[in-house]
């Protein structure tokens, strides 16, 4: 097939789109979904099928060359459709195409390139391009497009490590001691049982980390590394047996350095770490548990794949090297699979999804009474100062009922004076009336308001019975769970695999 010609005309075009194109998608756009148009309408069939063949087969090798590999189809069109892999990040066009803009502004990064670390500036920079650049679907490949990219355009060493956190680059040069310090980790971990730290060294250690919370320490590296070393569906169960512990004494071992107030020698800060994370082994385990769970739940294909994978078969890691996988069997003897757990979840969150609703009702009445109370204080003011407004009313219509009478006493006619007076005791009445109104209005809204306060506690007291008989009810269902999850956390633990 390689014989054809078209194989080696694909090989130059996509050769040149690569050098004249800036961008990942104008490389698609102009050279890779246009070689359809090499195949004359004159061929014959069974010319076409041995075309397309070629340029399929050309554009494969093409794209492993570059670190990728991809899968080919010919529409009825003959147009392409390419769905593409990157198997080598360091080799694949998105790393060639970065670095060339890198290259381009060299000078701008001259300052940091000498002192091997970029600013959050800079990074962010450098990341807007990349999203120019290369339409990502993947952090994880676009945090190592960047690493790549910043090695092979500003000529650091390909063993050279790069770390992107807090929005900032670190370059560290390969280091001997580390590779050292990795070693004697590795080998310590691979020991069945390791020497006791004496009281005097247990001294030595407490001192030397007085005030670091050791705990909280560990979980953070152990989110770090299930997120950025070992992430599920990133890695397979056999690489994450082999590599989930080795970062966790790695990550431990380095984070503690700027802690130690003392000098201590490297064999018992090796030792210490160890023991550290052997005695915190089932902490550890529950957090892969946790994340598992969370990405199962999701329906996540890679995470029912990691867990199906404790099966109890046997598996071969080499011709003659084979080992049983194990089971996930709870203290009952219950054996689970995906199917079992994702419904084991299912049915626990699906009751405490009930049992929060229901607190979550609680908390808002809880909250409705106190603006109830706010309400009803703010209607008892208004009250006190209506039923004051009243007896000024009242008084104002008594003196002028006083005075009518006493000028209707009077010998002489004073129509003038008494129809004023007659007037403004009508103007007193209607207001009297109003307020007579707005006095009985308020002290209907005051009893209604004290009946909703005095429904609330009931309304609690039910709703936390309904709470206490749903959890007595799934007691059962809460204790298999969690039976689950140890033996869950079980499996992954004993399942060892040495290099």
């Known amino acids: 097939m390689k014989t054809h010609p078209l194989y080696e005309i694909v090989q130059e075009i996509l050769a040149q789109g690569l050098e004249k194109c800036s961008r990942m998608q104008e490389f698609e756009e102009q050279y890779v979904t246009l070689l359809p148009g090499l195949l004359p309408p004159s061929y014959s069939p069974e010319e076409i099928r041995l075309a397309r063949e070629s340029v399929r087969a050309s554009i494969i090798d093409f794209f492993h060359l570059h670190g990728m590999s991809v899968f080919i189809f010919f529409e009825k069109d003959d147009r392409l459709r390419i769905f593409k892999k990157v198997k080598e990040v360091h080799k694949s066009p998105y790393v060639t195409f970065l670095t060339r803009w890198l290259l381009e502004h060299k000078e701008e990064f001259?300052?940091?390139?000498?002192?091997?670390?970029?600013?959050?500036?800079?990074?962010?920079?450098?990341?807007?391009?990349?999203?120019?650049?290369?339409?990502?679907?993947?952090?994880?490949?676009?945090?190592?497009?960047?690493?790549?990219?910043?090695?092979?355009?500003?000529?650091?060493?390909?063993?050279?490590?790069?770390?992107?956190?807090d929005n900032e680059a670190h370059i560290k040069n390969f280091d001997y001691n580390f590779v050292r310090l990795n070693n004697e980790l590795r080998e310590l971990g691979k020991r069945s049982s390791i020497e006791p730290i004496s009281e005097s060294e247990e001294s030595?250690?407490?001192?030397?980390?007085?005030?670091?919370?050791?705990?909280?320490?560990?979980?953070?590296?152990?989110?770090?590394?299930?997120?950025?070393?070992?992430?599920?569906?990133?890695?397979?169960?056999i690489d994450f047996s082999r590599?989930?512990?080795?970062?966790?004494?790695?990550?431990?071992?380095?984070?503690?350095?700027?802690?130690?107030?003392?000098?201590?020698s490297n064999r018992l800060k090796n030792l210490f770490c160890e023991h550290l994370i052997r005695e915190n082994l089932d902490l550890i385990y529950q957090s892969v548990v946790s994340e598992l769970l969370a990405k199962l739940i999701t329906k996540d294909k890679e995470a029912k794949k990691f867990i199906d994978f404790y099966n109890g078969k046997v598996t071969f890691l080499a011709p003659s090297k084979r080992v049983k996988k194990p089971l996930i069997k709870d203290e009952k003897e219950r054996i689970y699979q995906s199917e079992s757990i994702y419904q084991l979840v299912q049915n626990r969150r699906y009751i405490a999804t009930e049992v929060e609703t229901l607190q979550t009702r609680i908390l808002d009445l809880g909250k409705s009474k106190e603006e109830i109370e706010e309400q009803i204080k703010l209607l008892e003011d208004k009250l006190?100062?209506?039923?004051?407004?009243?007896?000024?009313?009242?008084?104002?219509?008594e003196r002028v009922s006083l005075e009518i009478k006493k000028l209707k006493m009077q010998s002489k006619s004073q129509p003038e004076s008494l129809k004023k007076l007659v007037d403004s005791e009508s103007l007193w009445l209607a207001k009297n009336r109003t307020l007579t109104s707005s006095l009985e209005e308020l002290n209907e809204n005051l009893d209604h308001l004290r009946k909703e306060r005095r429904k609330i506690p009931e309304t609690i007291r039910m709703l936390e019975k309904q709470i206490t008989h749903k959890i007595e009810a799934s007691r059962a269902l809460f204790e298999e769970y969690e039976m689950m999850k140890r033996a869950l956390a079980q499996a992954i633990a004993s399942f060892k695999i040495d290099d």
């Open 384 to 397: 006190i100062v209506r039923k004051e407004e009243k007896r000024h009313i009242e008084g104002e219509l």
């Open 243 to 264: 590599r989930f512990l080795f970062f966790i004494r790695q990550k431990l071992r380095l984070a503690l350095e700027k802690f130690w107030k003392h000098p201590l």
């Open 110 to 165: 001259k300052e940091s390139i000498r002192k091997q670390k970029f600013s959050q500036e800079e990074i962010a920079q450098i990341s807007e391009e990349a999203d120019n650049l290369i339409d990502f679907k993947d952090e994880f490949l676009r945090r190592d497009v960047i690493r790549q990219a910043i090695k092979k355009g500003f000529g650091f060493d390909v063993r050279d490590a790069i770390f992107l956190f």
């Open 204 to 237: 030595q250690i407490a001192s030397s980390l007085e005030g670091v919370n050791l705990g909280f320490l560990l979980g953070d590296i152990t989110t770090e590394v299930l997120r950025y070393h070992t992430p599920i569906g990133g890695v397979n169960n």
